[in-house]
C-alpha cells in the first residue's frame, strides 16, 4: 500500500513546476483552474516571483498548493493511479488541504478558495512583526514541552516535525525569553523562521474561528482515502471527522512525528512526496527507517518514478 504526502509552506522556491507546466497540458490546465478560482495570476508569481510576492503567505499558500495539485494531476494523467495502491494521504499543514482534495473530499475550486482566505487571515492574524516562530534543532517535542511547562515560557509547540526538529510559535517578545532557556537546556540551534506570525498556536484562535465560517459553507465528502489529520495523527474516511479535525488545525501544533508513526503502525511500506522540495522525506527518515521513499518535483523525477513502478 501507499501514502501520499503534500508539503506546506516554507518548501516554496522560484520556479517550482513551471518544467511540468511547460511539457503538459493538464498542468496548464491545473493553473488555469485555480487561477480562474481566485482571481490572481499564480503563475506570474511562482515563475517569475513577480513583485516578490512569493513569499508572502496570502500568496506563498495557493502556489504550494497549485504545484502540489499541478503534479499531482500529471502523475495521474500518465500513470494508472489504481495501480499505486494508494491507502493514505496526509500533509504538513497547507499540505492536508492537497491531501483532501486528491482524496476527494473537497474540490480544487473550492478548496483554492478556502486557500486563498486562510493565507490572508494567518498573515494578518496578529500585529506585524509582532509574533512569529522558531525551529529547535537537537532536541524532541517531550523536551521541549517539559521546558516550556518548567520555566513558565509563553511560547507553545507549533510543528513536532522530527525526533530532532521541532518549531515553537509566540510573540516575539516570548521567543525571546524563552531563546536563552532552551538553549540552556540543550537544543543545538534556535533558528527564527521567515514568517508573518505564530501559526499553530492560541494566537491564530481568531483566524480559526473566521476559517471555520468559511468550512462551513464546503461540502465535505467522505474521503476516498484515509486521511492522518495533523490535528489527531489518527487515519479517517468520515467526512464529519476530517472537517471537525480541519476546524481546530490553525490554532494547534501539527503532529508530524505521531502521522508518519501512525502510517508505521498501520504496516505502510511506500510514501510519495509530491510538490515543491523533498523537505518532508528529510523528516521521515528522521522518524522511521521503514518507509521507501519516492519524491515527485519535477519531471525528471515524474520520468523516474513512472519507469521504476
Given at each position: 500500500m501507499t501514502a501520499l504526502l503534500f508539503p506546506g509552506q516554507g518548501s516554496q522556491y522560484i520556479g517550482m513546476t513551471k518544467d511540468f507546466h511547460d511539457e503538459f497540458a493538464i498542468a496548464r490546465e491545473t493553473f488555469e483552474k485555480i487561477e480562474n478560482s481566485v482571481k490572481i495570476n499564480l503563475r506570474d508569481i511562482i515563475f517569475t516571483n513577480k513583485s516578490e510576492l512569493l513569499n508572502i503567505t496570502k500568496y506563498t499558500q495557493l502556489a504550494i498548493y497549485s504545484s502540489s495539485m499541478c503534479i499531482f494531476n500529471v502523475l495521474q494523467n500518465e500513470i494508472d493511479i489504481d495501480k499505486l495502491f494508494i491507502k493514505y494521504s496526509l500533509g504538513h499543514s497547507l499540505g492536508e488541504y492537497s491531501a483532501l482534495t486528491v482524496s476527494n473530499v473537497i474540490s480544487i475550486e473550492d478548496c483554492s478558495i478556502l486557500l486563498k482566505k486562510r493565507g490572508e487571515l494567518m498573515q494578518n492574524a496578529f500585529k506585524e512583526n509582532m509574533s512569529g516562530m522558531v525551529a529547535i534543532i537537537g532536541l524532541d517535542c517531550i523536551k521541549v514541552e517539559k521546558i516550556i511547562t518548567d520555566n513558565k515560557l509563553k511560547v507553545e509547540v507549533a510543528n513536532d516535525n522530527s525526533p530532532l526538529q521541532v518549531v515553537i510559535s509566540g510573540t516575539k517578545e516570548d521567543l525571546l525569553k524563552a531563546e536563552n532557556v532552551i538553549i540552556k537546556n540543550g537544543a543545538k540551534k534556535f533558528i527564527y523562521l521567515n514568517v508573518s506570525s505564530a501559526f499553530h498556536s492560541r494566537l491564530m484562535k481568531n483566524a480559526?474561528?473566521?476559517?471555520?465560517?468559511?468550512?462551513?459553507?464546503?461540502?465535505?465528502?467522505?474521503?476516498?482515502?484515509?486521511?492522518?489529520?495533523?490535528?489527531?495523527?489518527?487515519?479517517?474516511?468520515?467526512?464529519?471527522?476530517?472537517?471537525?479535525?480541519?476546524?481546530?488545525?490553525?490554532?494547534?501544533?501539527?503532529?508530524?512525528?505521531?502521522?508518519?508513526?501512525?502510517?508505521?503502525?498501520?504496516?505502510?511500506?511506500?510514501?510519495?512526496?509530491?510538490?515543491?522540495?523533498?523537505?518532508?522525506?528529510?523528516?521521515?527518515?528522521?522518524?522511521?527507517?521503514?518507509?521507501?521513499?519516492?519524491?515527485?518535483?519535477?519531471?525528471?523525477?515524474?520520468?523516474?518514478?513512472?519507469?521504476?513502478?
Open positions: 480559526e474561528e473566521k476559517m471555520k465560517s468559511l468550512l462551513n459553507k464546503v461540502n465535505f465528502q467522505n474521503s476516498s482515502y484515509y486521511i492522518i489529520s495533523n490535528f489527531s495523527a489518527k487515519e479517517t474516511k468520515d467526512s464529519k471527522i476530517i472537517y471537525n479535525n480541519l476546524t481546530k488545525q490553525m490554532s494547534n501544533k501539527v503532529r508530524w512525528v505521531e502521522s508518519i508513526k501512525c502510517l508505521e503502525n498501520l504496516n505502510e511500506s511506500k510514501i510519495i512526496e509530491i510538490g515543491p522540495g523533498n523537505v518532508l522525506s528529510g523528516l521521515i527518515k528522521r522518524i522511521s527507517n521503514k518507509f521507501t521513499l519516492f519524491n515527485i518535483n519535477s519531471v525528471e523525477d515524474l520520468y523516474n518514478f513512472v519507469n521504476e513502478v
